[in-house]
């Protein structure tokens, strides 16, 4: 997508052309204004946020951020994040792939009833069944712990993830299947040896929406969750030390930056995948 | 029975395949959805032992005479429409800005796409600082009076910004689902339009737009699903105040279900909220199809 648009030719700069430059980039950073403000903020004192917001901090002290690290265990909130969004998505990614393989092979009419049942309850919002989920995750031992949501978001993820690929599978030609066969691999072999390598693009594209999703999940993890302060993952923190410091918008604020920081700073590195992912995951989905 | 051997292999292999997805998905969704239709026809406020069977009453209850629900649903109705055709037409006017070939391109896309990759309730709480702390000091340093409104503790003045602030998380999103829809209009085609004669506007509603048809289905769908189900930003940006004027059908029903303790009333409305969903679905995809089969 960007090499189309950097590919236009230079032309001669008009001046209604570089009018309209001027007040897009105003735009934009106008539109960023918000996030500028928070981070400005973090580095302030209580009375320098209640005297002016706009103001840049007198000092860019690290006061804040220390407090909040230590005040919510970030270290622990990272790693809890990271459990439940790799577990997740390992999950996801592997009972998806393998169970849409099969579905798009055969040719049998259950298995286009099962791949039916697998992707209706993508119709399903979460909020309707969400009181019997976390009854059922009770019973299971699944809830209050981060393995356990982690291994909620397979049953969840699935749908979408079986959808795009299994509508991939059927653009890879059968005759590939066949020939691996005769060459002696066959079942599990066959798939991880031969089909799941073809399978990359599409897996690219669920990891970026799935990761999206888990990272920032708010609602289950709430309900999931929510009981310990072991158990928390960084949006739910935030979610909960902002209402402990309701009036202290200086650590509010810097526990909101410190949330973001990480989706921030990835969306910097992948900007081009993540936006090419995000497209191609709507388009098929 | 050579033959009969390798069936059962295949589909022993079919199973190992694809049941581990089968039994994830029937855990996460089908179980608890034939609960939840069990639930809807009981009285339970999840400390007695068991739900008490009441039969329909919960629905008939709710669809005659809950005042929360139903401004819980025309506060949802109201938000989804507006929701739609805001941030899709931003949408469409930003991506064709971007299509222009400017040099600050991949600025822009960057800068207006990067409120979509943060989360909801974060975003919630940082325009909840932006209209509480930080439009008292714009006020004071500009003097302008949009500032002193008060945009969290007036009914219309809080729609308008939880509005606001979901458009301004999504926007991003949608504008890069028109960009690369523009990208597969093709150049001749305009460009033939223009030795024709035909103007920007003439140009815009007469080849562009009917050739972003898809682009339009797929946003169009996508904010309808969303909208639909708001409710992070609500719980972070208004809480459902002023007044208890913000509530949407799924904090309605998150109010019900996890606050107030009635289960069966609650799973009533979230099973309501399901058939809405699929209802709209239905007749969306149905529309969409005719139109873009015409085009």
Not at chain 1, 22 to 47: D, E, G, R
Request: charged residues 15%; aromatic residues 14%; glycine residues 8%.
């Amino acid at each position: 997508m960007s090499k189309s648009v950097s590919a236009v030719p230079k032309r001669r700069i008009r001046p209604g052309r570089l009018v309209l430059e001027i007040c897009m980039v105003l735009l934009s950073l106008l539109f960023l204004y918000p996030l500028i403000l928070t981070v400005i903020n973090s580095f302030k004192s209580f009375a320098e946020v209640m005297s002016d917001v706009i103001a840049l901090p007198q000092s860019f002290s690290s006061a804040n951020y220390a407090y909040v690290w230590k005040a919510v265990d970030y270290p622990r909130l990272f790693l809890n994040n990271t459990i439940v969004t790799g577990i997740g998505l390992a999950g996801i990614i592997l009972f998806s792939s393998i169970a849409a393989y099969k579905m798009s092979r055969s040719r049998s009419r259950m298995s286009g009833v099962l791949y039916m049942l697998c992707i209706i309850p993508m119709l399903i919002p979460f909020q309707s069944i969400m009181l019997t989920v976390l009854q059922m995750a009770k019973a299971l031992h699944l809830s209050e712990s981060t393995w356990g949501l982690g291994i909620l978001y397979w049953g969840f993820g699935a749908p979408l993830a079986i959808f795009i690929y299994h509508g991939f599978v059927k653009g890879i030609p059968r005759e590939i299947d066949e020939s691996a066969t005769i060459d002696g691999a066959s079942g599990f072999r066959l798939f991880f040896s031969v089909i799941f390598p073809l399978l990359k693009s599409v897996t690219t594209t669920i990891i970026i929406i799935d990761v999206m999703w888990i990272w920032n999940d708010f609602l289950l993890p709430l309900l999931m969750v929510n009981g310990s302060p072991a158990t928390k993952t960084l949006t739910l923190a935030a979610y909960t030390f902002v209402g402990q410091y309701t009036s202290d918008w200086q650590y509010a604020m810097t526990a909101m930056v410190m949330a973001v920081m990480p989706s921030i700073l990835v969306f910097i590195l992948l900007q081009k995948y993540i936006v090419r992912g995000v497209v191609a995951g709507a388009v098929k989905g | 029975m050579f033959k009969l051997g390798r069936r059962r292999g295949e589909r022993l292999e079919f199973g190992l395949f694809t049941l581990p997805a089968l039994i994830c998905i029937a855990f996460a969704f089908y179980v608890p959805f034939m609960l939840t239709v069990r639930y809807s026809m009981t009285k339970w406020n999840g400390i007695a032992k068991h739900p008490t069977f009441i039969g329909l009453d919960n629905f008939r209850q709710i669809l005659t005479g809950d005042a929360n629900f139903t401004n819980a649903a025309l506060f949802t109705l109201k938000y989804t429409i507006l929701y739609i055709v805001l941030v899709n037409v931003l949408a469409i006017a930003l991506a064709l800005v971007l299509d222009m070939g400017l040099r600050s391109t991949n600025w822009l896309r960057a800068a207006f796409f990067v409120p979509y990759i943060l989360s909801l309730v974060i975003v919630g709480f940082i325009w909840k600082f932006i209209f509480m702390q930080g439009f008292e000091s714009l006020g004071d340093s500009t003097g302008w009076s949009v500032f002193a409104l008060s945009w969290l503790g007036e009914p219309g003045l809080a729609f308008v910004s939880i509005l606001g602030v979901s458009i301004w998380q999504s926007v991003g999103f949608y504008m890069v689902i028109y960009i690369a829809g523009l990208q597969s209009v093709p150049d001749d085609l305009k460009e033939a339009a223009t030795v024709d004669g035909a103007g920007a506007v003439r140009k815009f509603f007469s080849i562009t737009l009917p050739l972003l048809a898809p682009s339009i289905t797929i946003s169009v769908f996508m904010a309808l699903t969303n909208a639909i189900k708001v409710f992070d930003v609500i719980l972070s940006l208004t809480s459902g105040g002023p007044g208890g004027t913000t509530y949407s059908v799924a904090y309605d029903i998150y109010r019900d279900t996890f606050q107030n303790n009635l289960y069966g009333y609650g799973t009533a409305k979230a099973l309501i909220l399901f058939v809405a969903v699929l209802a709209i679905t239905f007749v969306q995809l149905y529309i969409f199809k005719r139109r873009e089969v015409e085009a």
